[in-house]
């Protein structure tokens, strides 16, 4: 079975800048969530979908950060603009079972 | 907000020795899992302790759970150089809905050969 996918693995911009991770959940998953962990610390919950509607997302900074998840299958998180501090890895992870998430490999960022 | 701390936040340990992790958590919890991440790689899914359990066991891996305390730990015995990575607890949200994991900060855990 394929796991989660995602890409790119590392990114390096310069504050200000826009970027956009990818994440192709495993097939079949319903619940797709972004997470972003910052070095040294755990994962944080940024968002939940299920399906295309959105269950949870109380922690994403709604001021630069956007999600989306059209079809229900791929989804895209977009920071616009970057800060210093939105450096971290960004986790996709998915599940069809409750309390079971798959993680993929996750998205480095550095922001400069 | 970080829901879980861990302690230690690094253990270094010889291999073959057993490595204890302990974890607490502030709010009540349905359930609490613990989750393996290697150097720059994604996070494994090691065990799901409920509730209204009190200790867990698969292969070499312990999970105790004290609700009243509001704390678990993870038992690794017999530790091999392949263990050497960061481990996670996270607990759910009981509230709603949504079942994101709230994680703590992580226990790096190195096994010296």
């Known amino acids: 079975e394929a796991g989660v996918a995602q890409s790119p693995r590392y990114k390096i911009i310069e504050k200000r800048q826009s970027v956009a991770f990818w994440c192709n959940p495993i097939?079949?998953?319903?619940?797709l969530y972004w997470y972003q962990q910052i070095l040294g610390q755990g994962p944080k919950l940024l968002i939940q979908?299920?399906?295309?509607?959105?269950?949870?997302d109380s922690q994403l900074p709604k001021d630069r950060f956007s999600a989306e998840r059209l079809k229900g299958v791929d989804s895209t998180l977009k920071i616009q603009p970057a800060k210093l501090e939105d450096s971290a890895v960004y986790l996709c992870?998915?599940?069809?079972?409750?309390?079971?998430?798959?993680f993929g490999p996750g998205t480095r960022l550095t922001v400069l | 907000s970080q829901q879980g701390e861990e302690d230690p936040q690094a253990l270094s340990i010889q291999e073959g020795e057993n490595a204890t992790m302990n974890c607490s958590y502030k709010?009540?919890?349905?359930?609490l899992q613990w989750y393996r991440q290697n150097s720059g790689r994604g996070l494994v899914h090691l065990i799901l302790?409920?509730?209204?359990?009190r200790e867990k066991h698969s292969g070499r891996l312990r999970v105790t759970l004290d609700t009243s305390k509001k704390s678990s730990s993870l038992l690794i015995t017999a530790s091999r150089a392949a263990d050497t990575a960061s481990y996670f607890c996270?607990?759910?949200?009981?509230?709603?809905?949504?079942?994101?994991?709230?994680f703590g900060k992580g226990t790096h855990l190195i096994i010296q050969p």
């Open positions: 709010t009540s919890i349905n359930n």
């Open positions: 302790i409920r509730s209204n359990e």
């Open positions: 979908f299920q399906n295309n509607g959105v269950v949870d």
């Open positions: 992870a998915s599940s069809s079972v409750r309390l079971r998430q798959f």
């Open positions: 097939s079949g998953h319903a619940t």
């Open positions: 996270a607990t759910d949200n009981p509230g709603g809905g949504a079942d994101g994991l709230t």
